[in-house]
């Protein structure tokens, strides 16, 4: 006789054993639906779907959890819901709700001092916050670390080593990263988890110390293969695709893309898609199809857009966050003689409010003014300025800045365009405003004539051409273009396209060159 199928387990074991045996927890969470725990069984399969890739169903079966669970006390299913939710919110590029989730996430898990669920919050926040604040995202996850290392949680254990291995190699530090990687590659379930292995391989192809051998590459391109044509989950068959296109001829990578494409787009807004469209557009370009190249730079362009919406949108939360603020301290003021307490609490408020003011305004990446204080800033300027005390403005593009990219890679790029930053702010001077106004470009405004301005923008090219880009990488060499123009009027619109026309004239004059007249 056949054996009999295991008994299900309760949810709190098939909880612990989603990882290590997930068909058996899966089996367990159905038993309990329809039952007084099916809030909880839903929690458990969401958490199964998501790794599965299933990210619709996911996100159903969690959000309908949440709304109960919310309803009773604050528990640990509650907090596991919560982020489980803002994972998918993040991969679907809704970073701010994200951010949302897993703060309430963070919160829960203090208030019912549960370690692995506020590791785990801390952990995923960290990710969350890589880009925008890498210094306070690896002090979280190095905390998550520890705590997962505590509780013998090998698969926390893993994943945080995974994306540690991330944070490295953003620093360019590719021996830690290695290291990393390596750790995470001795996770001893790894073989229920091949989307991490998938990654992991993927991460080891680019952060090996020394020259991979072709045996080794060979074999990890096989198993990356073996990966993508096993699994049904369009996130594992996008990442792979990713990583083989770039070692594999035009034609079959442009298919390898394009299937994966095919399959992740009714996911909605994965993170995945810019990549997927911006790696096809350069194979369709190589290819000769130019339209179907401008189709995915469309693509790219429009799923931009979208993050900025998203970032708008938490610009607007942040100005709710500060009348709050404003609002807490006019109430502190009125306590100060009575409640020493509270005016520690107050000077804590400036300093959050300070905070939030400068990030509000700030370009992550660069730390240069964002375009929206730009524009603000920029419109505030032009109205002052007359005949007598005008105001200028450069606009500056890093020459051939796509071929940096492709050549090196987004990491690489991102580290140029932070050294190019740092140069404009040391030729501004005190009252200029430096801000990145998208991609590769950049605008310096001055209330000066243009001829003073202009010699600034020199000064800058001159530290361009001194810099040691060979340091940053092999045979790199990085040239500005810059137009400068001047307004005397209220028009900051038309001084940025007076500026932008003649960025164009000094790009068709050869580039490496600034102009500042027609």
């Not at 919050?121 to 916050?129: G, K, P, S, Y």
């Not at 301290?329 to 409010?353: F, G, V, W």
């Not at 606009?395 to 740092?422: E, S, Y």
């Amino acid at each position: 006789m056949p054996d009999a199928p295991p008994s299900p387990l309760t949810l709190a074991l098939a909880w612990d054993q989603r990882d290590t045996t997930p068909a058996l927890a899966r089996q367990s969470a159905v038993a309990h639906l329809n039952t007084p725990a099916h809030a909880q069984a839903s929690v458990l399969l969401g958490y199964l779907d998501w790794r599965e890739g299933k990210l619709p169903k996911a996100t159903e079966e969690v959000s309908a959890a949440i709304s109960t669970l919310r309803l009773g006390e604050p528990s640990v299913w509650l907090g596991r819901g919560l982020n489980i939710l803002a994972a998918l919110q993040s991969t679907l590029n809704r970073a701010d709700r994200a951010v949302e989730l897993y703060e309430e996430q963070v919160s829960l898990a203090r208030h019912i001092n549960d370690p692995e669920l506020t590791a785990t919050a801390l952990h995923d926040l960290a990710v969350e916050l890589r880009r925008s604040d890498p210094q306070r995202a690896r002090a979280y996850i190095t905390e998550a670390l520890g705590t997962f290392r505590q509780l013998g949680y090998d698969f926390g254990v893993a994943i945080a080593h995974a994306n540690l291995a991330e944070f490295d190699r953003d620093e360019g530090d590719l021996p830690g990263a290695h290291r990393h990687v390596q750790r995470a590659l001795s996770y001893p379930h790894l073989d229920q988890h091949p989307h991490l292995e998938a990654s992991l391989l993927a991460s080891l192809l680019l952060v090996q110390p020394e020259p991979i051998s072709e045996a080794e590459r060979r074999r990890a391109h096989r198993r990356l293969r073996q990966l993508h044509d096993q699994s049904s989950n369009p996130e594992l068959r996008a990442t792979v695709a990713l990583t083989l296109a770039a070692h594999t001829e035009p034609a079959a990578a442009r298919t390898l893309l394009d299937e994966a494409l095919r399959d992740l787009s009714p996911l909605g807004d994965h993170v995945l898609l810019p990549e997927l469209h911006e790696q096809l557009c350069t194979l369709h370009e190589e290819l000769g199809d130019p339209a179907r190249a401008l189709h995915h730079l469309r693509e790219t362009l429009a799923y931009i857009r979208r993050t900025h919406l998203a970032e708008r949108r938490q610009n607007f939360q942040t100005f709710e966050i500060l009348t709050r603020i404003q609002s807490l301290q006019d109430q502190a003021r009125a306590e100060r003689q009575r409640n020493t307490e509270l005016q520690a609490h107050l000077q804590e408020l400036r300093a959050l409010n300070a905070r939030i003011r400068e990030l509000s305004r700030t370009d992550h990446l660069t730390r240069l003014a964002n375009r929206e204080h730009l524009f603000t800033e920029g419109q505030r300027l032009a109205q002052t300025a007359t005949s007598h005390t005008p105001l200028s403005a450069a606009l500056i593009d890093i020459d051939h800045f796509k071929i940096v990219n492709d050549t090196w890679g987004h990491q690489t790029g991102d580290l140029v365009l932070q050294r190019v930053a740092r140069m404009i702010l040391d030729v501004a001077r005190p009252g200029d405003i430096a801000a990145r106004y998208g991609g590769e470009e950049f605008v310096l405004l001055r209330a000066a004539p243009a001829g003073d301005l202009s010699a600034s923008c020199h000064d800058l090219q001159q530290l361009i051409r001194l810099h040691p880009w060979g340091s940053v990488a092999p045979g790199m060499q990085i040239t500005l273009s810059i137009g400068v123009a001047e307004a005397t009027s209220g028009e900051f619109d038309r001084l940025l396209g007076d500026a932008d026309r003649r960025l164009y004239d000094a790009k068709r004059a050869g580039r490496n060159r600034t102009h500042d007249h027609d």
